[in-house]
């Protein structure tokens, strides 16, 4: 080099140029700094301890009747009264919380893992494969959600929660391969993938290794607004009749029970609405506080 | 330092031909029955241990050709031959472990690297594809990499974005080193530096190659910085060379009128220089590589072609003009 | 003594980031004659490209424009109201950027974008806008100008659509045309071109010109004067043929060294600038440029020169320059030029 009587020390171009901030701790302050999005993380984080602590605890036992008085209103000892069946309604909203927890968060991770999958590989690999694909994706689009999911739900037979959370995840995978094929898409075209190839990476290193660690961002952002969604699919069609059965407890099935008593007390119907739209909207400023803590473009 | 340019002078003699490139077409489609002709039949070869320098303008195939020789790009049609092996012949797990001999530095300091890994794993990255060292060794080896290209050996675990872009390069030259490859491509590794970072990459890159007697062909834009670091130099016009010399002799003695152009437009740092030099206009604009035009590419805007004549009619071969300068066309004694 | 045309003092402008403060521009003054064409050059980060936006107000958030003055014919433009700066622009101010693709609209016409700047600024109406319009792409000389004032701007090559700006810019006849970086991606002989243009319209229509570049061959041969910047500050100005012959700050000096030039003949070892380019949030201390620098001293560290007359008509902000560094510190022969080589202080050591 110039000069080989310097040291070592100041050789070098010492000092980095920023302080050292990796991008995820940059996102994280970035998240922070948004009032609405850390109220709905906190909030969000308050209901998944609710959701896991009703496994094993609740005020009151959910499966006996006549704990409280039925359609009684709100009291001291039952803050949000009683349902038709006299059960305590706030009981009942905890393990709905971990109903609607358990569906929203399962159907995305069955949704994440086909996703990401089809996506990557239909993305890189492209040619035949890629056609094929983008070919299924637009006709399970075609399909409208509900008929996809009352047919899977008679075929599997209705009830259980896994068969809830396959036929909605059947209806909602197709956004998650969409994204994901968009950004290898775009990732694939970056210098860094080409500089990774000239390096001697394999096709498996690429995907794994450089395209998908690139997408995360968008793709925690989908799965996040895509939990609220899967949510109110279930509540909807919990509300119909062919999500959860009694007596398991889910907000939307609630809210079908308590629509009859609407009148005499509203109290049955508006807790687990209430809940459900809390918990939807908070998903969403999460989800919307997430995109723009991700941006890389935002950086500053 | 004075004992860096002696050697510098010293190793200029060439060694053997490295790399043999014959007839390189890469055309891309571009709709119904067109084609981009990128790169349009070209020969020439690298000898060990010097640096041949490629130079041209945008749309002229410089890039296409860099990223062909490189094998990121698969030739149309041409032969590329390292050292005895057939490169275009080459298909998967074979080709693959060709690339440990033909790295590249790329242009752009910001989009070369990965920015959710760590410069370590970044410079490493060939050593594991490769699996040539693992451990402690392979530890070792990437400090030593970033030792040998100025930067601090403990930055393993740092990202990208907090180095500045001159880090960065270094960064990627540490990369392109690791495996210790017979031919480097410099991409337009320093166009995108500032002027002040750009001398000390190039310095870098000189020094490397005394060092490793390392190989380079370096395509760049800036004919100053190619002047200054090649050995040899190259230049292309849609998708063609249209002339090929020693350093101080096709910058002297340009053999071909766009050669000439080229070097006219140069602006110089010199405000006495500068206006006493003439620019040498070109008419019009530069043709499409979908239609490029016939016979001699350049004659639509060149100031001396005879139109209608041979320049119209008949393309000139890149052929020996004078001793070890090579010009394609038909009038190139009458250039300089 | 004519006046001049624009009148520049201690302009500030600074970004409020979230990592800090960023005094990107921090207390330039200059003078612009009427048709003169000065140069400003640095390299990137210096603050050239934020000076000229600044003096249009068109400075992006996160930043602003945090105090001084720009004069122009007296009147500061940044205590004016937002319609009387716009009034201004377009047509007294013209600016040109880098990119033409950006800053021309992809969905209207050429022709029709060059009799918009007339018509927004009504000194023209429709009827003589048009053929003012086809007159402009003449005098830049775009050839076809009466077919091509119909085509979209993606139908044009680079270095028209460069053209195509210059006459946008030029359609209201302004007194001043900035110019950021306008050949910088563009091929060279299309550079070459497009300088000279640049130059005929400064002779011809006597507007004068800022440059900003950070190619010292562009100003070589376009400008009369140059401003030399580094970290937000002017380190030096003066008359071009005098500042490439005699620098006398060491950044200047140095970088000048830097340059790989067409014309060498003989292969030098480029004389690098060591180290960064300086952190803006926290600059350092004293003069900005002193850990790089080959030639501070104690003072350097600890003060911040102003600029000084160093010789007619020129002026540098050092506490050494570069006539005492060749006197005293032997700067003639310096082969090695690290920070601090030439005066001893610190050798090698690069300081924060």
Same mark, same amino acid.
């Not at chain 1, 993938?193 to 660690?213: C, N, Q, T």
């Not at chain 2, 001699?296 to 393309?315: D, K, L, N, W, Y």
């Not at chain 3, 600024?121 to 402009?136: F, M, N």
């Given at each position: 080099?110039?000069?080989?009587?310097?040291?070592? @020390?100041?050789?070098?171009?010492?000092?980095?140029?920023?302080?050292?901030?990796?991008?995820?701790?940059?996102?994280?302050?970035?998240?922070?700094?948004?009032?609405?999005?850390?109220?709905?993380?906190?909030?969000?984080?308050?209901?998944?301890?609710?959701?896991?602590?009703?496994?094993?605890?609740?005020?009151?036992?959910?499966?006996?009747?006549?704990?409280?008085?039925?359609?009684?209103?709100?009291?001291?000892?039952?803050?949000?009264?009683?349902?038709?069946?006299?059960?305590?309604?706030?009981?009942?909203?905890?393990?709905?919380?971990?109903?609607?927890?358990?569906?929203?968060?399962?159907?995305?991770?069955?949704?994440?893992?086909?996703?990401?999958?089809?996506?990557?590989?239909?993305?890189?690999?492209?040619?035949?494969?890629?056609?094929?694909?983008?070919?299924?994706?637009?006709?399970?689009?075609?399909?409208?959600?509900?008929?996809? @999911?009352?047919?899977?739900?008679?075929?599997?037979?209705?009830?259980?929660?896994?068969?809830?959370?396959?036929?909605?995840?059947?209806?909602?995978?197709?956004?998650?391969?969409?994204?994901?094929?968009?950004?290898?898409?775009?990732?694939?075209?970056?210098?860094?993938?080409?500089?990774?190839?000239?390096?001697?990476?394999?096709?498996?290193?690429?995907?794994?290794?450089?395209?998908?660690?690139?997408?995360?961002?968008?793709?925690?952002?989908?799965?996040?607004?895509?939990?609220?969604?899967?949510?109110?699919?279930?509540?909807?069609?919990?509300?119909?009749?062919?999500?959860?059965?009694?007596?398991?407890?889910?907000?939307?099935?609630?809210?079908?029970?308590?629509?009859?008593?609407?009148?005499?007390?509203?109290?049955?119907?508006?807790?687990?609405?209430?809940?459900?739209?809390?918990?939807?909207?908070?998903?969403?400023?999460?989800?919307?506080?997430?995109?723009?803590?991700?941006?890389?473009?935002?950086?500053? | 330092?004075?004992?860096?340019?002696?050697?510098?002078?010293?190793?200029?003699?060439?060694?053997?031909?490295?790399?043999?490139?014959?007839?390189?077409?890469?055309?891309?489609?571009?709709?119904?029955?067109?084609?981009?002709?990128?790169?349009?039949?070209?020969?020439?070869?690298?000898?060990?241990?010097?640096?041949?320098?490629?130079?041209?303008?945008?749309?002229?195939?410089?890039?296409?050709?860099?990223?062909?020789?490189?094998?990121?790009?698969?030739?149309?049609?041409?032969?590329?031959?390292?050292?005895?092996?057939?490169?275009? $012949?080459?298909?998967?797990?074979?080709?693959?472990?060709?690339?440990?001999?033909?790295?590249?530095?790329?242009?752009?300091?910001?989009?070369?690297?990965?920015?959710?890994?760590?410069?370590?794993?970044?410079?490493?990255?060939?050593?594991?594809?490769?699996?040539?060292?693992?451990?402690?060794?392979?530890?070792?080896?990437?400090?030593?990499?970033?030792?040998?290209?100025?930067?601090?050996?403990?930055?393993?675990?740092?990202?990208?974005?907090?180095?500045?872009?001159?880090?960065?390069?270094?960064?990627?030259?540490?990369?392109?080193?690791?495996?210790?490859? $017979?031919?480097?491509?410099?991409?337009?590794?320093?166009?995108?530096?500032?002027?002040?970072?750009?001398?000390?990459?190039?310095?870098?890159?000189?020094?490397?190659?005394?060092?490793?007697?390392?190989?380079?062909?370096?395509?760049?834009?800036?004919?100053?910085?190619?002047?200054?670091?090649?050995?040899?130099?190259?230049?292309?016009?849609?998708?063609?060379?249209?002339?090929?010399?020693?350093?101080?002799?096709?910058?002297?003695?340009?053999?071909?009128?766009?050669?000439?152009?080229?070097?006219?437009?140069?602006?110089?740092?010199?405000?006495?220089?500068?206006?006493?030099?003439?620019?040498?206009?070109?008419?019009?604009?530069?043709?499409?590589?979908?239609?490029?035009?016939?016979?001699?590419?350049?004659?639509?805007?060149?100031?001396?072609?005879?139109?209608?004549?041979?320049?119209?009619?008949?393309?000139?071969?890149?052929?020996?003009?004078?001793?070890?300068?090579?010009?394609?066309?038909?009038?190139?004694?009458?250039?300089? | 003594?004519?006046?001049?045309?624009?009148?520049?003092?201690?302009?500030?402008?600074?970004?409020?980031?979230?990592?800090?403060?960023?005094?990107?521009?921090?207390?330039?003054?200059?003078?612009?004659?009427?048709?003169?064409?000065?140069?400003?050059?640095?390299?990137?980060?210096?603050?050239?490209?934020?000076?000229?936006?600044?003096?249009?107000?068109?400075?992006?958030?996160?930043?602003?424009?945090?105090?001084?003055?720009?004069?122009?014919?007296?009147?500061?433009?940044?205590?004016?109201?937002?319609?009387?700066?716009?009034?201004?622009?377009?047509?007294?101010?013209?600016?040109?950027?880098?990119?033409?693709?950006?800053?021309?609209?992809?969905?209207?016409?050429?022709?029709?974008?060059?009799?918009?700047?007339?018509?927004?600024?009504?000194?023209?109406?429709?009827?003589? %806008?048009?053929?003012?319009?086809?007159?402009?792409?003449?005098?830049?000389?775009?050839?076809?100008?009466? %077919?091509?004032?119909?085509?979209?701007?993606?139908?044009?090559?680079?270095?028209?659509?460069?053209?195509?700006?210059?006459?946008?810019?030029?359609?209201?006849?302004?007194?001043?045309?900035?110019?950021?970086?306008?050949?910088?991606?563009?091929?060279?002989?299309?550079?070459?071109?497009?300088?000279?243009?640049?130059?005929?319209?400064?002779?011809?229509?006597?507007?004068?010109?800022?440059?900003?570049?950070?190619?010292?061959?562009?100003?070589?041969?376009?400008?009369?004067?140059?401003?030399?910047?580094?970290?937000?500050?002017?380190?030096?100005?003066?008359?071009?043929?005098?500042?490439?012959?005699?620098?006398?700050?060491?950044?200047?000096?140095?970088?000048?060294?830097?340059?790989?030039?067409?014309?060498?003949?003989?292969?030098?070892?480029?004389?690098?600038?060591?180290?960064?380019?300086?952190?803006?949030?926290?600059?350092?201390?004293?003069?900005?440029?002193?850990?790089?620098?080959?030639?501070?001293?104690?003072?350097?560290?600890?003060?911040?020169?102003?600029?000084?007359?160093?010789?007619?008509?020129?002026?540098?902000?050092?506490?050494?320059?570069?006539?005492?560094?060749?006197?005293?510190?032997?700067?003639?022969?310096?082969?090695?030029?690290?920070?601090?080589?030439?005066?001893?202080?610190?050798?090698?050591?690069?300081?924060?």
């Amino acid at each position: 080099m110039a000069t080989a009587s310097a040291t070592p @020390a100041d050789r070098f171009d010492a000092v980095p140029a920023r302080a050292q901030v990796s991008l995820w701790s940059d996102a994280w302050r970035r998240l922070r700094r948004n009032r609405l999005a850390a109220v709905s993380a906190f909030y969000l984080a308050f209901v998944f301890a609710v959701a896991i602590i009703s496994l094993v605890w609740t005020p009151y036992s959910t499966s006996h009747l006549g704990v409280v008085t039925p359609y009684g209103g709100p009291s001291g000892a039952h803050p949000l009264g009683g349902d038709q069946y006299g059960r305590d309604i706030l009981s009942r909203l905890m393990e709905g919380a971990r109903t609607s927890m358990t569906v929203g968060v399962g159907t995305q991770i069955v949704v994440l893992a086909v996703g990401i999958t089809v996506g990557l590989l239909a993305g890189y690999f492209r040619g035949w494969f890629d056609t094929v694909v983008t070919l299924v994706i637009n006709i399970f689009y075609g399909i409208p959600d509900l008929l996809v @999911a009352l047919i899977l739900v008679f075929l599997i037979g209705q009830g259980s929660l896994g068969t809830i959370i396959f036929a909605i995840a059947v209806t909602r995978w197709m956004d998650m391969a969409r994204l994901v094929r968009g950004q290898t898409l775009s990732i694939r075209e970056r210098e860094f993938v080409e500089a990774a190839k000239a390096s001697g990476a394999k096709p498996r290193k690429i995907i794994f290794g450089h395209i998908l660690p690139n997408a995360l961002g968008p793709i925690i952002v989908q799965a996040t607004i895509g939990v609220p969604s899967a949510i109110l699919f279930e509540a909807f069609m919990s509300f119909l009749g062919l999500g959860i059965q009694p007596p398991t407890a889910s907000w939307g099935s609630m809210a079908a029970d308590g629509v009859n008593a609407i009148r005499i007390s509203p109290h049955i119907v508006l807790a687990p609405s209430l809940a459900l739209m809390i918990t939807l909207m908070a998903f969403n400023f999460l989800g919307d506080g997430l995109r723009d803590a991700l941006d890389p473009r935002q950086r500053r | 330092m004075a004992e860096a340019a002696v050697a510098a002078e010293a190793r200029r003699a060439p060694g053997r031909t490295l790399l043999d490139v014959r007839e390189i077409v890469k055309h891309f489609p571009a709709g119904v029955g067109q084609s981009v002709k990128a790169v349009d039949g070209v020969t020439f070869d690298i000898k060990s241990g010097e640096t041949l320098g490629l130079v041209g303008e945008s749309g002229c195939g410089k890039s296409t050709l860099g990223r062909v020789i490189a094998q990121l790009i698969a030739p149309t049609s041409g032969s590329i031959v390292l050292e005895d092996v057939e490169l275009t $012949k080459l298909r998967g797990e074979k080709l693959r472990q060709q690339r440990r001999q033909l790295q590249m530095i790329f242009q752009d300091p910001f989009a070369s690297l990965d920015p959710r890994m760590t410069v370590g794993d970044i410079v490493a990255e060939p050593i594991d594809n490769f699996g040539v060292m693992r451990g402690k060794q392979r530890t070792e080896r990437v400090k030593e990499l970033l030792r040998v290209v100025g930067l601090n050996p403990y930055f393993t675990n740092r990202y990208p974005h907090e180095f500045s872009g001159g880090q960065r390069q270094r960064i990627g030259i540490a990369r392109a080193l690791a495996v210790n490859p $017979k031919l480097i491509v410099c991409d337009e590794a320093v166009s995108a530096l500032d002027v002040s970072i750009q001398a000390q990459i190039v310095n870098l890159l000189e020094d490397l190659q005394a060092q490793f007697n390392l190989t380079y062909l370096f395509i760049a834009h800036d004919l100053s910085v190619v002047r200054h670091i090649s050995d040899r130099v190259m230049v292309m016009y849609l998708g063609k060379l249209v002339e090929l010399a020693g350093r101080d002799d096709i910058y002297d003695h340009p053999k071909h009128p766009y050669t000439r152009a080229l070097l006219s437009a140069i602006p110089v740092p010199d405000p006495e220089v500068q206006s006493q030099r003439r620019l040498v206009e070109l008419k019009g604009e530069i043709p499409s590589p979908i239609n490029p035009p016939a016979a001699c590419r350049f004659h639509t805007r060149c100031p001396i072609a005879r139109v209608p004549g041979i320049c119209s009619e008949q393309e000139p071969l890149l052929e020996e003009k004078a001793r070890d300068h090579l010009s394609a066309c038909h009038f190139a004694n009458e250039v300089s | 003594m004519t006046e001049p045309i624009l009148r520049v003092r201690d302009l500030e402008t600074k970004f409020f980031t979230d990592d800090g403060v960023v005094q990107a521009v921090d207390g330039v003054s200059f003078d612009l004659m009427p048709g003169e064409t000065l140069g400003i050059v640095g390299e990137s980060g210096c603050g050239k490209s934020m000076t000229a936006l600044s003096l249009l107000r068109l400075v992006p958030e996160p930043g602003r424009v945090t105090g001084g003055e720009v004069l122009f014919k007296g009147n500061d433009i940044l205590q004016m109201t937002a319609d009387e700066v716009r009034d201004l622009r377009g047509k007294d101010l013209a600016m040109i950027f880098q990119d033409p693709q950006s800053s021309l609209n992809p969905v209207l016409r050429t022709g029709f974008q060059i009799q918009e700047a007339m018509l927004a600024h009504h000194t023209a109406d429709r009827k003589s %806008s048009a053929r003012k319009a086809v007159d402009l792409l003449k005098q830049v000389r775009i050839p076809a100008a009466e %077919s091509r004032v119909k085509d979209y701007p993606h139908q044009l090559s680079g270095g028209m659509r460069q053209r195509a700006m210059i006459a946008m810019g030029l359609a209201n006849s302004p007194s001043v045309l900035i110019a950021d970086e306008p050949t910088t991606a563009l091929d060279v002989t299309v550079q070459a071109q497009i300088l000279e243009l640049i130059r005929d319209l400064n002779q011809e229509l006597n507007t004068a010109v800022i440059m900003i570049t950070h190619n010292l061959g562009v100003v070589a041969g376009l400008c009369t004067r140059i401003i030399v910047m580094y970290a937000g500050r002017i380190v030096e100005e003066g008359p071009t043929k005098q500042i490439f012959k005699n620098p006398q700050h060491p950044y200047t000096w140095s970088l000048l060294r830097s340059l790989p030039r067409v014309d060498a003949d003989r292969r030098e070892r480029l004389r690098s600038i060591e180290g960064l380019p300086p952190d803006l949030i926290h600059p350092p201390s004293g003069c900005r440029f002193h850990p790089r620098c080959p030639f501070r001293v104690e003072r350097c560290y600890r003060e911040d020169p102003a600029l000084a007359q160093v010789a007619p008509d020129q002026r540098a902000a050092c506490w050494v320059t570069m006539d005492r560094a060749y006197k005293e510190m032997n700067a003639g022969e310096l082969v090695d030029v690290r920070p601090g080589a030439g005066s001893g202080v610190n050798p090698g050591v690069l300081d924060g």
